[in-house]
């Protein structure tokens, strides 16, 4: 049998800057098909807080209105209900953001967005 040690509550998680420029504080960040977003500054090499629970307005980038409860995706710029790009052939996949807070139009720029841990 093995043992587990209690490490952090997991609200935020600690996140390495493994590029040469500044991470700004409140940047969404997509690490292994999962997002987070920046607590702090992160300074290049440097670590810094990552939240990954809690509810956050997010840009918009799905041209269609989201209901509330759906599940929304990262695209690289904002959020969508595509689960990827849409191409025919390889794909590429989107990271689960969570779903949705609230209601949010078509011509909406902006989403709350519940992240799914």
């Known amino acids: 049998m093995s043992k587990a040690a209690y490490w952090q509550r997991g609200e935020t998680l600690d996140y390495?800057?493994?590029?040469?420029?500044?991470?700004?504080?409140?940047?969404?960040?997509s690490f292994g098909g999962h997002i987070?977003?920046?607590?702090?500054d992160i300074l290049p090499g440097e670590l810094g807080s990552l939240h990954v629970m809690g509810v956050f307005e997010i840009p918009k980038t799905a041209t269609t209105a989201?209901?509330?409860?759906?599940?929304?995706?990262f695209d690289g710029?904002?959020?969508?209900?595509?689960?990827?790009?849409?191409?025919?052939?390889?794909?590429?996949?989107?990271?689960?953001?969570?779903?949705?807070?609230?209601?949010?139009?078509a011509a909406d720029t902006v989403i709350l967005v519940k992240l799914a841990g």
Do not use: C, F
């Open 16 to 29: 390495k800057n493994a590029t040469e420029t500044k991470i700004e504080a409140n940047t969404v960040i």
């Open 77 to 105: 710029t904002g959020i969508t209900t595509a689960a990827n790009d849409g191409a025919t052939s390889n794909p590429t996949a989107y990271p689960l953001a969570g779903y949705a807070a609230q209601a949010a139009a």
């Open 66 to 73: 989201i209901e509330m409860g759906a599940t929304v995706y």
């Open 36 to 40: 987070g977003v920046a607590g702090t």
